[in-house]
């Protein structure tokens, strides 16, 4: 691959967007929006194999790739599918957005789904060099952002549930990883 990944993750609104708007505004390194539909692709190319119609379903029913408009025809999208390989379409979804939406040549590719850590031994397994960064924001905190939307934990002891879980399952990631925390970093 073209680019060096980094993949940010923590409990959802632990701050991943945040560190990677921090970390892409160097010209050595660029992140796009959430990219959940990259775990996808890959578990399923590691179950399946290399499908083209699985990898165009996964993408055209992905509001996270549609938001990007990268494709405005069924050629655009064929030429992004490539082969089928997910890691060729990794590339060339993130060359197609290089070209579409910015003027810098980097070398790091940051994602920074929050869902990262569910899917890092295929992340790590799909990309062996790859880093990973792991953000831990305090849990009242996290539960206040997402007290409100409806996909959120109804009370504080179910969002302290919630933080709980998502925190602690990087001991059982069983992999070295650089762990920040989101107050440190404001």
């Not at 990883?177 to 404001?186: D, N, V």
Request: aromatic share 12%.
């Amino acid at each position: 691959m073209e680019f060096r990944p980094l993949f940010i993750m923590g409990c959802p609104r632990s701050g991943t967007t945040f560190l990677a708007s921090m970390l892409a505004n160097s010209e050595q390194s660029f992140a796009l929006p959430e990219m959940h539909y990259v775990h996808d692709m890959l578990k399923t190319a590691l179950v399946f194999g290399n499908d083209k119609r699985i990898i165009e379903k996964t993408l055209t029913s992905s509001p996270y790739f549609l938001e990007l408009r990268l494709c405005n025809s069924k050629a655009e999208l064929d030429d992004i599918i490539g082969s089928g390989d997910p890691i060729e379409v990794i590339e060339n979804i993130l060359k197609k957005y290089l070209r579409t939406y910015s003027t810098k040549t980097p070398s790091l590719w940051i994602e920074h789904s929050p869902r990262n850590f569910r899917f890092f031994h295929v992340l790590r397994y799909c990309f062996p060099a790859t880093k990973f960064i792991h953000i831990i924001r305090d849990g009242r905190a996290a539960y206040n952002s997402v007290k409100k939307p409806k996909w959120g934990p109804v009370d504080v002891v179910n969002g302290a549930e919630w933080w709980s879980q998502n925190v602690s399952e990087w001991p059982r990631a069983g992999e070295p990883l650089s762990t920040g925390h989101y107050e440190g970093a404001i």
